[in-house]
């Protein structure tokens, strides 16, 4: 049982470059989620998937895109990285949707250096 | 969308007790209160949860007020090993099946031997 497994560990792109973060998870959870941490800022949610089939914007959507390609995987993909864009990237996963108070489990994140 | 707002840092020495308050003024109905506490280059780990009054747990308590606008996360004896940033999470509703979850900013707890 892995949990909330990401790749890659981390990357660099160039400005303009494309990439997509993989994030799988194990548990047969409901819900997943990506976050960006920058410094001093905290944990920002960026776009979740209550369940299957669904995807919703969060905090900071922009520049960013999202496929709950099955109930274990939820990729986040850049279509053109910006140096605003990195940051370290978290992916988590719930039983159903957190707000309700479902604890959400985090994987070990994914650091992002766009030149 | 509820925000919560805690201090940006705390220091203890080993063997205290630690407390660090959140406030979340705009916590929706439904909404439940959880801490996460995170160590350097990991992800974020569940600590302790609570819709009001108290909850204990081996590891902390979280004490919760009768208004739930803020929430108090006790860390009995800390140690070395509980130097890491803490978080308050509050879940908020924003539209018909819309969920907005909101992270505090987190505090840094610094542990001196």
């Known amino acids: 049982n892995a949990g909330v497994t990401q790749t890659p560990k981390f990357q660099v792109l160039k400005t303009g470059q494309s990439m997509t973060l993989q994030c799988a998870q194990d548990?047969?959870?409901?819900?997943m989620y990506w976050y960006r941490q920058d410094p001093g800022m905290g944990l920002r949610l960026i776009y979740y998937?209550?369940?299957?089939?669904?995807?919703d914007k969060g905090e900071v959507p922009n520049g960013y895109n999202v496929s709950r390609l099955n109930k274990r995987e939820f990729s986040l993909r850049l279509e053109s990285a910006a140096p605003s864009q990195t940051s370290v990237y978290f992916c988590?996963?719930?039983?159903?949707?957190?707000?309700?108070?479902?604890?959400?489990?985090f994987g070990p994140g994914t650091r992002l250096l766009v030149l | 969308l509820a925000k919560t707002t805690q201090p940006i840092s705390m220091d203890s020495y080993e063997g205290q007790e630690v407390n660090i308050t959140c406030s979340h003024n705009?916590?929706?109905?439904?909404?439940?209160i959880t801490w996460y506490q995170q160590f350097p280059s990991q992800g974020p780990r569940f600590i302790i949860q609570?819709?009001?009054t108290k909850v204990t747990n081996e590891v902390a308590s979280l004490f919760i007020p009768a208004d739930r606008k803020s929430s108090t996360l006790s860390l009995p004896r800390v140690s070395l090993s509980d130097t890491a940033v803490y978080y308050c999470?509050?879940?908020?509703?924003?539209?018909?099946?819309?969920?907005?979850?909101?992270f505090g900013k987190g505090t840094k707890l610094s542990v001196i031997p």
């Open positions: 988590a996963s719930s039983e159903t949707v957190a707000a309700r108070g479902e604890t959400q489990y």
């Open positions: 548990m047969n959870h409901n819900s």
């Open positions: 998937s209550a369940s299957e089939g669904t995807t």
């Open positions: 705009n916590i929706a109905t439904n909404d439940y």
């Open positions: 609570g819709y009001k």
């Open positions: 999470l509050v879940g908020d509703m924003s539209g018909a099946g819309s969920y907005q979850l909101t």
